[in-house]
């Protein structure tokens, strides 16, 4: 359900980081060393730098740290992209729960073997039209095996699928739920999603998107498995 940036938008957002950080370097310091120095030394010794390294040297000289802060700018860029994927990747990817934590109880709600099997054929029919699909659960006693059941059903129909564990924001958002930006004006991937648990019996409804989805990065709709109403 998301869109990532076209390959002319990254690389423009390469482009200009590097472009950014190469003119402050070259701008902010390397043109204003020489009138620094010639500011700060006295003029004897000004002058017998300027005996030793004749002007025309020093341009050369200037023009090989242009070109060495052209080179670290472009790591610079290169290391800040990494570090913000590696970001992503993390809220994509919650921590393990550690050995040493119990186990948490086993469900006492349960997905049938027909309703898996409903699931995944006619997600895999509707691949196209869902698209990448954001899936986020509760885990809780009561719900941690139905939606592991669920999560199992898609997979097995070769939808692309990032998992994230995260809360509701209130108790009215419980069960097999859609989440999206704007609930009264679903988009067709939210509704052939929610087609698909209707066809294989499961209620489902719309909600709000939820804070710590949005603050992961989602957008547009996600699919939520929420604890049981009280």
């Known amino acids: 359900m998301e869109t990532d940036p076209s390959l002319f938008a990254r690389i423009w ?19 204003v060393i020489e009138q620094f120095l010639e500011f700060i030394l006295p003029k004897e010794t000004w002058e017998k730098i300027d ?8 341009k050369r000289l200037l023009l090989l ?7 670290y ?4 860029a290169y290391d800040d992209v ?15 729960v550690p050995f040493e934590t119990p186990p948490l ?20 029919e509707n ?7 954001y899936f986020a659960r509760y885990l809780h006693k009561d719900t941690v095996m ?32 859609v989440a999206c930006d704007n609930p009264e004006k679903l988009p067709d991937s939210a509704l052939a999603i929610m087609d698909v648990f209707r066809k294989a019996d499961i209620e489902i409804t719309t909600t709000e998107m939820l804070s710590q989805a949005r603050n992961n990065g989602a957008k547009g709709c996600i699919l939520f498995i929420g604890p049981d109403p009280f």
């Open 13 to 31: 957002e390469f482009l200009w980081e590097v472009l950014s950080a190469w003119f402050v370097l070259v701008t902010g310091v390397i043109l």
């Open 51 to 58: 005996a030793a390294i004749p002007k025309a040297e020093r």
């Open 65 to 71: 740290l242009c070109a060495v802060a052209f080179v």
């Open 73 to 76: 700018a472009s790591f610079s």
């Open 82 to 96: 990494n570090k913000r994927l590696r970001i992503a990747q993390e809220r994509n990817h919650p921590p393990t």
């Open 105 to 124: 109880p086993l469900s006492t709600k349960a997905l049938t073997s027909e309703q898996a099997k409903t699931i995944s054929s006619l997600a895999a």
């Open 127 to 133: 691949r196209l039209k869902i698209g990448k699909l």
């Open 146 to 177: 139905y939606s592991e059941a669920i999560l199992d059903a898609l997979k097995r129909s070769g939808l692309d699928i990032t998992e994230d564990a995260i809360s509701p924001d209130d108790p009215k958002q419980t069960g097999v739920m």
